[in-house]
């Protein structure tokens, strides 16, 4: 195969591995969300939810500066993606002109180089707006988790906890985008590394993403106790 031919091959097989990967990921968080982490997170926030509205005048401080601390952190992905943005952008306008560097390995035209950058400034792009909606739903629930449950009117914990999590899938997708853009980061020097990252970065997502048994059972247990606790 010629060194211009290995770019529609590899790229295209490694962007349809991550994709087959995240499309298996979100059906099951959809089917059985036990078995990956973002769904027992979910759960696990929903319970957060009562536990915080159930004294709401005694538990608002700290639920407001828990949701701060999760606010915080999106902010500071969302400046890290928006400022990578414009240093691409930058340095992609200093060497548009430049020749391909002999350690890239496939097509070398400018065309090409110009389309590498162009996916990554993409994906960090697609991450600020994950991370600034994901703050968008913090901010929303950080008012409506200070409201009590006993007054007319008051929201349910289930549209709070919605927006909870919400407010986190935005975000995850946000973290998702920074972990693509390495791989299409090393795709800048030749499709053989970005095949094989987007291989050994989908072994590790699924390390990630999956639980156990023992994860599983020990929910079960603790939620089963919580549920206890509330009808006493």
């Not at 414009?86 to 002109?97: E, F, G, K, Q, R």
């Not at 890239?104 to 991370?131: D, E, M, P, R, W």
């Not at 935005?170 to 693509?180: D, H, I, K, N």
Request: positive net charge; contains cysteine; proline residues 3%.
């Amino acid at each position: 195969m010629e060194e211009k031919q290995l770019d529609l091959v590899m790229v295209p097989l490694g962007l349809l591995l991550l994709a087959i990967y995240h499309s298996w990921l979100f059906l099951t968080i959809l089917k059985d969300p036990r078995r990956t982490v973002i769904g027992l997170n979910a759960q696990v926030r929903q319970r957060w939810v009562r536990a915080m509205l159930s004294d709401s005048l005694k538990n608002g401080v700290l639920a407001v500066q828990t949701l701060r601390n999760n606010i915080m952190a999106s902010t500071v992905l969302a400046t890290a993606a928006i400022t990578i943005t414009s240093l691409i952008s930058v340095y992609v306008s200093a060497t548009t002109s430049s020749p391909a560097s002999s350690l890239v390995l496939g097509n070398k035209s400018s065309v090409v180089h110009s389309v590498k950058y162009f996916a990554i400034s993409l994906c960090f792009v697609l991450a600020f707006l994950c991370n600034v909606q994901s703050i968008r739903y913090y901010a929303h629930v950080s008012f409506l988790v200070s409201q009590p449950m006993t007054a007319e009117g008051a929201i349910s914990p289930e549209y709070v906890a919605r927006s909870l999590n919400r407010g986190s899938f935005f975000w995850s997708l946000g973290l998702r985008a920074f972990y693509v853009s390495f791989t299409l980061f090393l795709w800048i020097f030749g499709p053989i590394p970005m095949l094989a990252s987007s291989v050994v970065l989908c072994c590790l997502l699924f390390f990630l993403d999956t639980t156990t048994e023992i994860t599983r059972r020990h929910h079960v247990a603790s939620t089963v106790e919580h549920e206890a606790k509330e009808e006493v």
